[in-house]
C-alpha cells in the first residue's frame, strides 16, 4: 500500500498562488508516477497535471499537464523522496476544487484517472474573486 498526504490548499484571492505539495509513503517502491486531479461542487473529478518517475531520475521529469493547466501550474517532484509539488499561478475562482494526489504503477504520466492506485484525501482550494 502506498500512503498519499496532501497540504499546501487553503483560501486565497484571485491571481494570488498556491503551493501543493503530495508526500507518498509505504510500499512506494513500484511508484511510476504521480498526478494532481481536482474536483470542483457538482462537477466530475478531472486531471491538473502529472510527472514521471522512474524516467524522471534520468531524463529530469516527463510531465503532462491540462490545457487548464498549462501557461499557470507547473508540477515538480524531489529526487530524495517521493514528493510532488504543484505550484499554481494567477489562480481564478474556476480553480476552486479539492485537488487530490495520486499515485501510479504505470509510465508515461497519465492523465486519466484509472491509471492511478493510489489516491490522497484531498486538500481544499479556495479562490475567491
Known amino acids: 500500500q502506498v500512503q498519499l498526504a496532501e497540504s499546501g490548499g487553503g483560501l486565497v484571492q484571485a491571481g494570488d498562488s498556491v503551493r501543493l505539495s503530495c508526500v507518498a509513503s509505504?510500499?512506494?517502491?513500484?511508484?511510476?508516477?504521480m498526478g494532481w486531479f481536482r474536483q470542483a461542487p457538482g462537477k466530475e473529478r478531472e486531471f491538473v497535471a502529472a510527472?514521471?518517475?522512474?524516467?524522471?531520475?534520468?531524463?529530469?521529469?516527463?510531465?503532462n499537464l491540462s490545457d487548464s493547466a498549462k501557461g499557470r501550474f507547473t508540477i515538480s517532484r524531489d529526487n530524495a523522496g517521493y514528493t510532488v509539488h504543484l505550484q499554481m499561478n494567477s489562480l481564478k475562482p474556476e480553480d476552486t476544487a479539492v485537488y487530490y494526489c495520486?499515485?501510479?504503477?504505470?509510465?508515461?504520466?497519465?492523465?486519466?484517472?484509472?491509471?492511478?492506485?493510489?489516491w490522497g484525501q484531498g486538500t481544499q482550494v479556495t479562490v475567491s474573486s
Open positions: 495520486a499515485a501510479s504503477l504505470t509510465t508515461p504520466p497519465s492523465g486519466l484517472a484509472e491509471r492511478y492506485r493510489y
Open positions: 509505504g510500499r512506494t517502491l513500484g511508484t511510476n508516477s
Open positions: 510527472i514521471g518517475w522512474r524516467d524522471a531520475r534520468r531524463s529530469g521529469g516527463t510531465t
